[in-house]
């Protein structure tokens, strides 16, 4: 069984529409992340869920917005599709995130977005 | 949050054992030191985290020193498969949500 899926794989389209990736984790964890990772391979964190509630969002357009409906689920929705969206997005989840000690994240396999 | 600075990339050859290190020179009291593998076109993967001294899985050991200003990842007799990019994280413990900050990476390349 996948423990972190994430669909689709690829997404190709234009400029200015708007798309959603979805991600699903079947391990029982708390807590969520969406990650972008660009062509240079560097890894950004852009949000996190703890039990559907966002404690972590960095600096990223608005046109950014995650929705965890329960703590199995985090979706990505981006808005008005720009060039510079096009990269991998990773989700991951660990078991708590909260805590004072760094615990294990778990990540999908990633959704190529490319922006045309 | 720590900034930690590897090599961009290593060569090797099968059977070899590959040794990383990571610099973290602000590393603070609580944060542990962590590494993930990445295989192309997958996520990554936890390998091993340590706070201090030496810490050995089935797949890797880390040696960190006193001062825990550095780390090195090392591998033991790496076969084909392990060429893979390798990242050296240092966790911000306080920090709600465990946000990790991922640097370049290391990328390994075995060779026959």
């Given at each position: 069984?996948?423990?972190?899926?994430?669909?689709?794989?690829?997404?190709?389209?234009?400029?200015?529409?708007?798309?959603?990736?979805?991600c699903?984790?079947?391990?029982?964890?708390?807590?969520?992340?969406?990650?972008?990772?660009?062509?240079?391979?560097?890894?950004?964190?852009?949000?996190s869920?703890?039990?559907?509630?966002?404690?972590?969002?960095?600096?990223?357009?608005?046109?950014?917005?995650?929705?965890?409906?329960?703590k199995a689920?985090?979706?990505?929705?981006?808005?008005?599709?720009?060039?510079?969206?096009?990269?991998?997005?990773?989700?991951?989840?660990s078991?708590?995130?909260?805590?004072?000690?760094?615990d294990?994240?778990?990540?999908?396999p990633?959704?190529?977005?490319?922006?045309? | 949050?720590?900034?930690?600075?590897?090599?961009?990339?290593?060569?090797?050859?099968?059977?070899?054992?590959?040794?990383i290190?990571?610099?973290?020179?602000?590393?603070?009291?609580?944060?542990?030191?962590?590494?993930?593998?990445?295989?192309?076109?997958?996520?990554?993967?936890?390998?091993?985290?340590?706070?201090?001294?030496?810490?050995?899985?089935?797949?890797?050991?880390?040696?960190i020193?006193?001062?825990r200003?550095?780390?090195?990842?090392?591998?033991?007799?790496?076969?084909?498969?392990?060429?893979?990019v390798?990242?050296?994280?240092?966790?911000?413990?306080?920090?709600?949500?465990?946000k990790?900050t991922?640097?370049?990476?290391?990328?390994?390349?075995v060779?026959?």
């Amino acid at each position: 069984d996948t423990a972190v899926s994430q669909t689709p794989k690829y997404l190709v389209t234009q400029m200015g529409n708007d798309k959603s990736i979805k991600c699903e984790q079947n391990l029982g964890h708390d807590t969520m992340y969406w990650y972008k990772q660009d062509s240079k391979k560097f890894l950004k964190i852009m949000f996190s869920y703890n039990n559907k509630e966002l404690i972590i969002n960095e600096t990223v357009p608005n046109r950014f917005s995650p929705k965890s409906p329960d703590k199995a689920h985090l979706n990505l929705h981006i808005n008005s599709l720009e060039l510079g969206d096009s990269a991998v997005y990773f989700c991951a989840s660990s078991q708590d995130g909260t805590s004072g000690t760094t615990d294990t994240q778990y990540f999908g396999p990633g959704t190529r977005l490319t922006v045309l | 949050l720590a900034k930690t600075t590897q090599p961009i990339s290593m060569d090797s050859y099968e059977g070899q054992e590959v040794n990383i290190t990571c610099s973290h020179n602000n590393i603070a009291t609580n944060d542990y030191i962590t590494w993930y593998q990445q295989f192309p076109s997958q996520g990554p993967r936890f390998i091993i985290q340590g706070y201090k001294t030496k810490v050995t899985n089935e797949v890797a050991s880390l040696f960190i020193p006193a001062d825990r200003k550095s780390s090195t990842l090392s591998l033991p007799r790496v076969s084909l498969s392990d060429t893979a990019v390798y990242y050296c994280l240092v966790g911000d413990g306080q920090a709600a949500g465990n946000k990790l900050t991922f640097g370049g990476g290391t990328r390994v390349l075995v060779k026959p």
